[in-house]
């Protein structure tokens, strides 16, 4: 668990604008630079302005920004973890100059020391050092007298400390490599064991064979990597042009200010704001905004773009090694679901936030959510991905048609080809459910309300905010598309139904669905069929999206 030296606190200024009407929103400069209170970083000098502070720096205690920019390729988060480094430690300035690495990089510093810091409010990239001051060298470039007498070298005290200080440099970057390189040797050994039951391992506990093993127990991403797929603006794109998504959400938040008047406000997983700011814009008195990708510095430009830095505070972290700037809050919202619902593994998140940060009779947006199946019926697409393994260029590859059904993919499904009625397999209640309620099993009752063959079965969702003035999405075949598609679970074997007068064929079975924290975008799926003598192995369906 990270200590609250972990959050590090993004957005927490104050804009002179707070109308709720975009149209009566003025724009208008503040110069950063213009104040009367500028401290010296590294003495009790005060200046109006960055500028003249950062020339006595230069003059005085021949700390230069601009060789240390250089030296280190600075921007400006570099810069900001620099002047909170300084302010947490008060190092004098010739330690910060030999540096020869950035000591100050931990995102610990990212959180400001002094609060309404004009340090961290300057424009780094406009940091000159004026033309008229000139910096003595500095040690490392210092010319030092040695003497030999009788076999023996004399330095001076000053050149033997700074040898002293490049061998311990040295040794620390010695020390680094060797730990990094002894953590490549490790992967690259779990690898080849991989590789090694992948290949020769035959089959292993209940006939299921091991490299299904291998895929329910690998780690098909880390937090980081899955994190990371969310720092690039294409997927916020995708999101935020989803209108049924972001519709939905407004509504919820912008018809139900009574509820968010005053309040403060949790939002889980916030990518680019677009909910704290909806939030602010309904009302909240304080929005708390967290997300563990880099997508977190952009929020926190699109907040000051839209002057709401001063009810959005931003952090960086994830929510369960997160200090929170108050323990409780009033209302969590969070855009946690993922494909067929269940298919990320950040409801465990909202639940975390909720037992932990959700005070006592507060709101959790959404509250409700279902899941349901449908049978369909699509020949063509079954044969153009199942089929197509019996005959690549005369040549029989049914062997991957195991590997086909075990793969769950995201598309769009064509309305006219589910042939059979909807069944609901678990409503989830958040206010109340736990992570354990997140594994169940449930039977299958499919009505055919037409011939033919079902081919797949479809799983889609639907979300419910219970609020005074409802709003409700469904990503069902179909309600109007939305970036969750529909998840279409494949059967090797299509399965005959027919719709008669009086007398319909029934689909019947059980359906087991469990997701996996520790490999999300996993999910187990056991689809038993009795009535046709249809029994599936239990699969390892990953997600892959059909554009």
């Known amino acids: 668990m990270a200590s609250v030296g972990d959050v590090s606190v993004l957005c927490n200024e104050s804009d002179s604008a707070d109308s709720e009407d975009d149209s009566d929103w003025k724009e208008f400069d503040v110069d950063a630079d213009s104040t009367d209170h500028v401290f010296c970083l590294f003495c009790h000098e005060m200046f109006g302005t960055v500028s003249e502070a950062v020339s006595h720096c230069c003059i005085d205690h021949n700390f230069d920004l601009v060789k240390l920019k250089t030296r280190f390729n600075m921007d400006c988060y570099g810069y900001i973890k620099l002047v909170n480094f300084i302010r947490s430690h008060c190092p004098d300035a010739c330690l910060v100059m030999s540096a020869t690495e950035p000591i100050w990089e931990k995102e610990e510093y990212m959180k400001p020391v002094k609060p309404d810091d004009p340090w961290l409010m300057y424009d780094f990239d406009d940091i000159e050092v004026p033309s008229s001051v000139t910096l003595p060298e500095t040690s490392s470039s210092t010319s030092f007298h040695v003497n030999t007498e009788d076999g023996l070298v004399s330095l001076s005290a000053q050149h033997f400390a700074e040898l002293q200080q490049t061998v311990q440099r040295l040794a620390s970057k010695v020390h680094e490599k060797d730990s990094e390189l002894s953590v490549l040797m490790e992967s690259v050994e779990k690898m080849r064991h991989l590789a090694q039951e992948l290949v020769v391992g035959g089959e292993r506990e209940g006939d299921v064979p091991v490299p299904?093993?291998?895929?329910?127990?690998?780690?098909?991403?880390?937090?980081?990597?899955?994190?990371?797929?969310?720092?690039?603006?294409?997927?916020?794109?995708?999101?935020?042009?989803?209108?049924?998504?972001?519709?939905?959400?407004?509504?919820?938040?912008?018809?139900?200010?009574?509820?968010?008047?005053?309040?403060?406000?949790?939002?889980?997983?916030?990518?680019?704001?677009?909910?704290?700011?909806?939030?602010?814009?309904?009302?909240?008195?304080?929005?708390?905004?967290?997300?563990?990708?880099?997508?977190?510095?952009?929020?926190?430009?699109?907040?000051?773009?839209?002057?709401?830095?001063?009810?959005?505070?931003?952090?960086?972290?994830?929510?369960?090694?997160?200090?929170?700037?108050?323990?409780?809050?009033?209302?969590?919202?969070?855009?946690?679901?993922?494909?067929?619902?269940?298919?990320?593994?950040?409801?465990?998140?909202?639940?975390?936030?909720?037992?932990?940060?959700?005070?006592?009779?507060?709101?959790?947006?959404?509250?409700?959510?279902?899941?349901?199946?449908?049978?369909?019926?699509?020949?063509?697409?079954?044969?153009?991905?199942?089929?197509?393994?019996?005959?690549?260029?005369?040549?029989?590859?049914?062997?991957?048609?195991?590997?086909?059904?075990?793969?769950?993919?995201?598309?769009?499904?064509?309305?006219?080809?589910?042939?059979?009625?909807?069944?609901?397999l678990r409503e989830l209640d958040l206010n109340t459910c736990s992570t354990s309620s997140l594994d169940f099993s449930s039977e299958l009752k499919l009505e055919a309300t037409a011939d033919g063959s079902i081919t797949a079965f479809v799983g889609y969702f639907d979300v419910f905010f219970d609020l005074p003035h409802p709003v409700s999405f469904s990503t069902a075949p179909h309600e109007k598309s939305t970036h969750w598609k529909q998840t279409v679970f494949l059967v090797e074997e299509p399965i005959t139904v027919k719709q008669v007068k009086f007398i319909s064929t029934y689909y019947t079975g059980v359906l087991t669905l469990w997701h996996q924290k520790s490999t999300i975008d996993c999910m187990q799926c056991d689809v038993e069929k009795t009535k046709h003598q249809l029994k599936s192995s239990p699969r390892t369906c990953k997600v892959r999206v059909v554009n």
């Open 212 to 424: 299904a093993q291998c895929m329910q127990a690998m780690k098909l991403r880390d937090d980081e990597g899955y994190f990371n797929t969310y720092s690039h603006f294409s997927i916020h794109h995708e999101m935020l042009s989803d209108h049924v998504r972001m519709s939905s959400y407004r509504d919820a938040l912008l018809h139900n200010t009574a509820l968010l008047k005053d309040k403060t406000v949790l939002d889980l997983g916030c990518g680019t704001g677009i909910l704290s700011m909806f939030a602010a814009s309904a009302g909240a008195q304080k929005v708390i905004a967290i997300d563990q990708s880099d997508i977190i510095y952009h929020a926190m430009d699109i907040v000051r773009e839209n002057k709401l830095s001063h009810k959005i505070q931003l952090l960086k972290g994830c929510i369960e090694s997160t200090e929170l700037p108050q323990k409780h809050v009033d209302v969590i919202v969070s855009e946690w679901m993922g494909y067929f619902l269940l298919f990320e593994g950040m409801l465990d998140s909202v639940i975390y936030a909720r037992d932990h940060h959700l005070a006592e009779g507060g709101l959790l947006l959404p509250n409700r959510c279902s899941m349901s199946l449908v049978g369909l019926s699509d020949t063509d697409r079954h044969a153009e991905l199942v089929g197509f393994w019996t005959d690549v260029y005369g040549y029989r590859m049914t062997s991957l048609q195991h590997a086909v059904v075990r793969e769950a993919t995201i598309e769009v499904v064509p309305p006219d080809k589910v042939i059979t009625s909807t069944c609901l």
